[in-house]
């Protein structure tokens, strides 16, 4: 709801209030944003101002009493004595800083115009709540607009702001911020996401009560080192109480979020396109619009602030087919063959995948121009006739007769210096002329301010996707950016490029989703590196990251589920050692945790012991049983490896009749008998069948401790020893009993006992290091 009565502004979503006022002066006075209020009588939360501290200054001599300083304000500009972050910093063409954006008019509507160049929230009623408030320059002719939208159910507001060259002459925009939340205290928890390749969304708190606290890249993407999303939270906050405020922003460029505590104790927070490598000419008669914000409030912890996001995420932000649609389970070639694949051994390999239970073959990097390593060939989109001489149709007729569907890698964002493309056209590629360029993977990004590369991606992806039966396309991007520059663009416009970039590669990106409506897509950028919510407004899911040793993965993706919605991390169970760890974790541990994300595989199956595949095949199966809930379902977190020996997470049908429960150790520590399986999101009155399935385990887990309980001495690394592990298994615990939804929640169901040290039969649960379990529950 917004309301608007004597310029005081109201948004209203389910539990939370939105409020800010038109103040005497003609500037907005932010006045309260969290839990819902009944906002009767506004002056009770707006400050009182009658004098200005000493040593600061007075906005002017009409209002002597307010110091810009010292104000909650909804939109700061610089200059007029609001010394903390501001909103919008522009130089004039008279060289004048200043800015003081007042007052002009608000507008409510029912609408929502799409961005020019950018992505945005949507609904798909196509009615909108939404505000407009425009502010105009006290001095030059220039206006902001401030545009709010609702999304009421998920308690989510979103900001986007536009500026407006009114004036003669052309104006040089040095920053504009999508969101900004003036608080009138401090001691604010800010939560970011921090990280690196395969090392993504790790979790890091700072209380900020003086200074500044800043998450923010130039990578030129959004980037594995600081992801967009971030929170606040007021002291005390857990996962399941207290006050916690989730702020995102639709966008995969350079982004910057800053809070920072004024003397006077405020707080103020700030999102948007990162200052520091951003200057962009607005000409007279045009504007420039900042990405989206988006901004959530729950006083129900960091869960209840998740369960917001997730909800707008997966209504508001990800479009197309595959919104509503479970997601295929996936083996993906990459980890079992690099670049060494071939016709035969994809085939191959597709079969194994077929005869365990998978649907969707993909091919990843590797099958075009001369590329058997990661030097050449990027932008050369030809397929390689000596791996796969009956081209990509050949090979997809032939994955397709299987019953599987077949899918593809690209990297259309890159080109090799070695390759027909950049020999062709070396004014395409983000380079200095001259310099020496600064490489990354053997590989230089293509130059997306430009029309014409764009529309070279446009036309070589889409005879790429039309040259044979593709269903799925993973689009990856290697590296980030050095060497801003565009060879196309003036002097004066090169503070553009990052921003123009993306703008660029969100046209390519809109064309290519609306004319292969069919192909599921998958963004991925050396795993993690541009998870956001630009990228998934065109693409539902992303390869949230190389790393898929399970522990990690447990880590990075309780990470992302912070701020994004399981169905849109998508996760693969690999072979051990891992291959970016060298770690060896259980089986049905890598199976557990991926198939909380968007389940896949990436190993070698056509060579995995039989056993394994056996195992494979029942995931596969239960997976698939249970998908619907894991992927459409509400997910919450209980424990994390931040914190404990111990991640637990659960997921919960929209009906709330069905859930599956994740339960995780990282090491063993004996003689720990009793654990506890606390469950989430049910409903308390139904009563629930909570059970698992028993596992069969290989005797040599146990070492020489098997002659405790077998009948014959059986000597440890023996031939006897082998024979005997084939035929004979150790049977693993089950729960199984009827409890009511109260009980799972608040109480819990104690499990049945670890081994510990003693007590190994098959009412024992095993429980080794990097153990796990998954929990069902049904009514
Ligand atoms: C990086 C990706 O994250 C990997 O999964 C794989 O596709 C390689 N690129 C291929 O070069």
């Not at 008019?105 to 945005?120: I, N, R, S």
């Not at 649907?359 to 390689?384: I, Q, T, Y």
Request: a negative charge.
């Amino acid at each position: 709801m917004i309301q608007t009565e004597n310029n005081n502004f109201i948004l209203t979503t389910e539990n939370t209030t939105y409020a800010f006022r038109v103040l005497p002066s003609g500037h907005l006075e932010h006045m309260y944003y969290g839990r819902k209020i009944t906002l009767k009588n506004i002056d009770a939360v707006t400050e009182k101002h009658a004098f200005v501290p000493a040593n600061s200054t007075q906005y002017s001599r009409e209002f002597d009493h307010f110091c810009l300083e010292d104000l909650c304000l909804e939109f700061s500009s610089y200059g007029k004595g609001d010394i903390w972050e501001p909103s919008v910093e522009i130089v004039h063409s008279d060289g004048v800083r200043t800015c003081d954006f007042l007052f002009e008019k608000f507008e409510v509507t029912d609408t929502k115009p799409e961005y020019k160049m950018l992505p945005g929230s949507y609904d798909e009623s196509g009615k909108y709540e939404h505000l407009c408030i425009t502010l105009k320059d006290k001095f030059y002719n220039h206006r902001i607009e401030l545009h709010y939208y609702v999304y009421s159910q998920c308690d989510v507001i979103c900001r986007s702001v536009k500026f407006i060259n009114g004036g003669n002459e052309s104006v040089v925009l040095n920053r504009l911020m999508s969101a900004q939340l003036d608080f009138s205290d401090s001691g604010f928890t800010f939560t970011s996401f921090h990280g690196a390749w395969a090392r993504e969304m790790q979790r890091s708190d700072a209380l900020v009560t003086q200074g500044k606290f800043v998450s923010s890249t130039v990578a030129g993407v959004s980037s594995n080192r600081a992801n967009p999303f971030v929170m606040l939270s007021r002291e005390g906050a857990t996962e399941d109480y207290g006050e916690v405020y989730g702020i995102n922003l639709i966008y995969s460029s350079n982004h910057y979020e800053a809070l920072e505590v004024t003397a006077y104790g405020k707080s103020r927070f700030v999102n948007g396109i990162n200052p520091a490598t951003f200057s962009y000419v607005v000409n007279p008669g045009e504007d420039f619009e900042s990405p989206e914000a988006v901004l959530t409030y729950s006083h129900e912890g960091f869960n209840g602030m998740s369960q917001n996001m997730h909800h707008f995420v997966k209504n508001h932000i990800i479009r197309g087919e595959w919104k509503n649609k479970v997601r295929p389970v996936l083996l993906n070639s990459w980890e079992a063959a690099y670049f060494d694949i071939n016709e035969r051994k994809l085939v191959n390999l597709a079969k194994a995948g077929k005869d365990a239970g998978i649907e969707l073959f993909v091919m990843d990097d590797g099958w075009f121009g001369e590329r058997n390593d990661d030097h050449r060939s990027l932008g050369d989109w030809v397929v390689n006739k000596k791996k796969l001489p009956n081209g990509l149709e050949g090979l997809c007729k032939k994955i397709n007769s299987l019953g599987l569907d077949f899918g593809i890698w690209v990297e259309p964002e890159m080109v090799n210096t070695d390759s027909n493309l950049y020999r062709a056209h070396p004014e395409w590629s983000i380079e200095i002329p001259g310099y020496e360029h600064t490489e990354g993977r053997n590989q230089r990004i293509l130059d997306l301010t430009q029309t014409a590369v764009q529309d070279y991606i446009i036309e070589s992806m889409s005879s790429v996707f039309s040259s044979a039966n593709i269903a799925y396309v993973k689009w990856d991007m290697n590296r980030i950016f050095t060497d801003f520059y565009s060879q196309k663009l003036g002097a004066e416009n090169q503070g553009e490029v990052a921003h123009r970039y993306v703008c660029g590669l969100y046209r390519c990106m809109k064309e290519l989703v609306k004319r292969f409506p069919h192909i599921l897509f998958e963004g991925c950028s050396a795993g993690g590196n541009r998870f956001d919510l630009g990228i998934l407004s065109f693409f539902p899911q992303i390869w949230a990251s190389d790393d898929t040793d399970a522990v990690c993965r447990a880590e990075i993706q309780n990470g992302y589920s912070y701020g994004y919605p399981m169905n849109t991390v998508s996760a693969h169970v690999s072979a051990c050692p891992n291959h970016q760890t060298l770690r060896t974790t259980p089986l049905e541990t890598r199976f557990n945790v991926s198939a909380f994300g968007v389940c896949g595989y990436e190993c070698n199956l056509a060579e995995m012991k039989k056993d394994e595949v056996a195992a494979v095949k029942a995931q596969i199966e239960l997976y698939k049983k249970w998908r619907e809930v894991l992927q459409t379902g509400d997910f919450y977190r209980s424990r994390n490896f931040l914190t404990s020996n111990t991640t637990e997470w659960i997921c919960v049908s929209k009906d709330k009749k069905k859930a599956v429960g994740f339960m995780m150790q990282k090491l063993v520590r004996p003689n720990t008998r009793y654990e506890c399986f606390k469950a989430h999101g049910l409903d308390p009155d139904a009563e629930y069948h909570f059970y698992s399935f028993g596992m069969k385990y290989n005797i040599k887990n146990f070492g020489s401790l098997v002659n405790t309980v077998s009948p014959i001495h059986i000597k440890q690394d023996s031939l006897l020893e082998d024979i005997i592990a084939k035929f004979v298994k150790i049977d693993g615990e089950t729960e199984d009993c009827l409890v009511n939804g109260d009980t799972l929640m608040y109480s819990g169901v104690k499990l049945k006992q670890a081994f510990a040290g003693t007590g190994l039969n098959e009412e024992t649960r095993y429980y080794p290091d990097f153990g796990s379990r998954l929990y069902f529950m049904e009514c």
